[in-house]
T-cell receptor, first 113, second 116 residues
Framework: LAKTTQPISMDSYEGQEVNITCSHN???????ITWYQQFPSQGPRFIIQ???TKVTNEVASLFIPADRKSSTLSLPRVSLSDTAVYYC??????????????FGAGTRLAVHP | GAVVSQHPSRVICKSGTSVKIECRSL??????MFWYRQFPKQSLMLMAT?????????EQGVEKDKFLINHASLTLSTLTVTSAHPEDSSFYIC????????????FGPGTRLTVT
């Protein structure tokens, strides 16, 4: 499984756009990129996944450059409730499926008023 | 999305006793479930992969005789922490996959175990 590297922590303010970049230099051709969000004392929650270029859903956008060695999760206009840990994972099944997921350290995002 | 539940949400037990945690997929069948452990301020650590009708596959360093996993049906997997000690105090999370041939993993809400 490709290893991922993310910033340990980030700070932002309400209403700002937050971009969290994840490096995955050893990503394989068949690997998808998936981001999860975790609040304290809760299980992770799926946010978004992609393979290449750009993916957008109701909560976030995911930007993936052509070489796919990194990806950027973009959260538009964050609120206090977006304070959480964000994990970037890569694997050859979209969303994980039956494959075991190996979580990295994640990025702890703190949104301030 | 699919729902995965865990029971209990939190449990306190005395050192030396055993504790069973249940993981259920409420609206889908899950051939494979996963068990994770998470210590405060740390990431999730995969403990084992639970396959319905067969033995679980444990990650390196996880004692299979201490963390007993049973996946007796397509909607239920259980993790039993045997002879629990204070160092087993942690947040235990399960996940399950919803679709044949792949599909998103859904995580349970977690179980907080405190061993006194």
């Amino acid at each position: 499984l490709a290893k991922t590297t993310q910033p340990i922590s980030m700070d932002s303010y309400e209403g700002q756009e937050v971009n969290i970049t994840c490096s995955h230099n050893n990503i394989a051709t068949n690997d998808y990129i998936t981001w999860y969000q975790q609040f304290p004392s809760q299980g992770p929650r799926f946010i978004i996944q992609g393979y290449k270029t750009k993916v957008t859903n109701e909560v976030a956008s995911l930007f993936i450059p052509a070489d796919r060695k990194s990806s950027t999760l973009s959260l538009p206009r964050v609120s206090l409730s977006d304070t959480a840990v964000y994990y970037c994972l890569v694997g050859d099944v979209p969303g994980g499926g039956y494959n075991k997921l190996i979580f990295g350290a994640g990025t702890r995002l703190a949104v301030h008023p | 999305g699919a729902v995965v539940s865990q029971h209990p949400s939190r449990v306190i037990c005395k050192s030396g006793t055993s504790v069973k945690i249940e993981c259920r997929s409420l609206d889908f069948q899950a051939t494979t479930m996963f068990w994770y452990r998470q210590f405060p301020k740390q990431s999730l650590m995969l403990m084992a992969t639970s396959n319905e009708g067969s033995k679980a596959t444990y990650e390196q360093g996880v004692e299979k005789d201490k963390f007993l996993i049973n996946h007796a049906s397509l909607t239920l997997s259980t993790l039993t922490v045997t002879s629990a000690h204070p160092e087993d105090s942690s947040f235990y999370i399960c996940s399950a996959s919803s679709g044949a041939g792949g599909g998103e993993q859904y995580f349970g809400p977690g179980t907080r175990l405190t061993v006194t």
